[in-house]
């Protein structure tokens, strides 16, 4: 007999919560209030229509292509980026994270726009926050009929700045490749283009495809941009105890790598994960997870958990040995058929002293945290950080640093 529940139940435990994500018959539910960006994006779709699609952007997200992106697309964006408030010996670890995540993942949306023009970054910036906050409404302070009032405002600018010219020409692009006037090598290597000649296959309406590169742009910029300020912040903050392991971090990109690991696992990008069964789910603890109930899947406890990360689970430890078949950033990325498609482009592969330098991915949070702290950045002793009021998750909206 299954343990009784009531209508919502909360897993917190590694064992449960790894159970859940991987079970086929719970579905996504925690995207409802963030309809206006989220609907029928690949995070929200379940079954078949979930498979197709993730199946087609799989292509997209190869570890090639991740090593691509890493090695060629990723050192020019941070240095035009970073450059300016190097420059300016100032700047602030939310925004300078902000901008990059936005322009790198702007590249892999499929949408153009040069990282050295200010004020069309600035433009995309101002938009890509507001689909982001329209995304987490969920855990929104603000009225939340007020916020999808301006997401819509920002979907329309960004249609006509950057969307639609974006389109035309990869439809373009597209179009000369079918005539045999262009290699299929030099189509763009973008989630646009790949939605775009598979819209027929994946019964896409343009206003999914439109949607879709909505949600990639917020998802990518948000969650990498928040897991970059939380990493640095906690490097920042390890050194103050060991200074050397500071100096350590402005020279050795693996020993950023771990302790971004370690700030993945004490920081999610969503603190939990919201579902709902189809059908009656018995866990394998007897955990009974009855159809229609509101099952949230804490990760922020699970991530936690001292029986699989040991003593001092919830402190942060860049040292900490984890056992083997447990990523060392816990469940941040997700795991089973939602686990995150851009997992190894943002965290890397895992720490494997035997893997070949030339195969080895260090992940674009600790790529870009590891360019600011060997620029010498670090906290500006006179502007603390603040944590973002309009929110019940752990963000700074200021962190001031100089150079």
Request: charged share 30%; net charge neutral; proline share 4%.
């Amino acid at each position: 007999m299954g343990k009784k529940t009531s209508k919502k139940i909360r897993l917190t435990t590694w064992l449960q919560v790894r159970e859940a994500f991987r079970s086929k018959e719970l579905r996504q539910a925690g995207y409802s209030e963030g309809a206006v960006v989220m609907s029928d994006t690949l995070l929200d779709l379940h079954g078949k229509a979930h498979r197709e699609r993730r199946r087609i952007e799989n292509r997209l997200f190869r570890r090639e292509i991740f090593s691509y992106w890493e090695h060629e697309i990723l050192g020019r964006t941070i240095n035009v980026t970073l450059n300016p408030f190097i420059k300016s010996r100032k700047g602030d670890l939310s925004v300078i994270g902000y901008r990059c995540a936005m322009n790198l993942t702007a590249t892999i949306a499929g949408i153009d726009q040069n990282p050295s023009e200010a004020k069309q970054t600035e433009t995309l910036y101002a938009i890509v926050k507001k689909f982001s906050e329209g995304a987490t409404l969920l855990h929104s302070t603000r009225n939340k009929d007020e916020v999808r009032s301006e997401v819509k405002e920002a979907m329309a600018q960004f249609a006509k700045d950057f969307y639609n010219p974006s389109r035309e020409k990869r439809e373009r692009l597209i179009q000369e490749n079918n005539e045999g006037a262009l290699s299929e090598e030099d189509l763009p290597k973008d989630v646009l283009t790949t939605l775009l000649r598979n819209r027929k296959q994946l019964g896409l309406t343009d206003e999914i495809i439109f949607r879709e590169i909505c949600f990639y742009l917020q998802a990518g910029a948000h969650s990498t941009a928040n897991a970059f300020t939380h990493t640095v912040d906690d490097i920042l903050n390890w050194g103050l105890r060991y200074p050397k392991d500071l100096d350590r971090a402005r020279s050795d990109l693996s020993f950023v790598q771990r302790c971004m690991h370690e700030s993945l696992r004490l920081n999610p990008a969503s603190p939990v994960a919201l579902r709902r069964p189809l059908k009656d789910v018995e866990l394998s603890d007897g955990t009974l997870l009855s159809e229609g109930t509101e099952v949230t899947l804490d990760l922020m406890l699970a991530n936690r958990d001292s029986d699989i990360f040991g003593e001092g689970s919830d402190q942060y430890n860049p040292y900490r040995e984890v056992p083997e078949g447990i990523p060392r950033w816990g469940m941040s990325f997700g795991a089973g058929m939602h686990a995150c498609v851009g997992a190894e482009l943002d965290g890397g592969l895992e720490i494997d002293p035997e893997r070949p330098e030339s195969e080895t991915l260090f992940g674009t949070v600790a790529i870009m945290a590891h360019a600011l702290l060997s620029a010498g950045g670090r906290r500006d002793p006179n502007n603390l950080p603040e944590h973002d009021p309009n929110s019940e998750r752990k963000h700074f909206s200021i962190y001031p640093v100089i150079f």
